[in-house]
């Protein structure tokens, strides 16, 4: 089974989405409806971003089978933290 990543940034809104290596990035394409494609060097999608996006505060974020990180800032520090 492919693993996929998901991070939430609440202070940048956005919403990250990896279901491949993500150290294999090479390029980002923009689509035009706030959504971003991340791509390896073959120009295959390996993640996007959805910009611009909001979780309300009474909703659970549930994934199954995936890590699901939520960004925190503090400060100039970015920290990530396991929900």
Same mark, same amino acid.
């Given at each position: 089974m492919a693993e996929v990543n998901v991070y939430y &940034?609440?202070?940048?809104?956005?919403?990250?989405?990896?279901?491949? &290596?993500?150290?294999? /990035?090479?390029?980002? /394409? /923009?689509?035009? &409806? /706030?959504?971003i494609l991340m791509k390896n060097q073959k120009g295959e999608v390996i993640g996007f971003e959805k910009l611009n996006y909001r979780i309300s505060e009474n909703t659970n974020l549930k994934i199954s089978g995936s890590s699901v990180c939520v960004m925190q800032w503090r400060g100039v520090r970015r920290d990530e933290t396991l929900i």
């Open positions: &940034d609440p202070m940048g809104n956005t919403l990250t989405v990896w279901f491949g &290596d993500r150290s294999s /990035e090479y390029l980002c /394409e /923009e689509t035009g &409806d /706030e959504v």
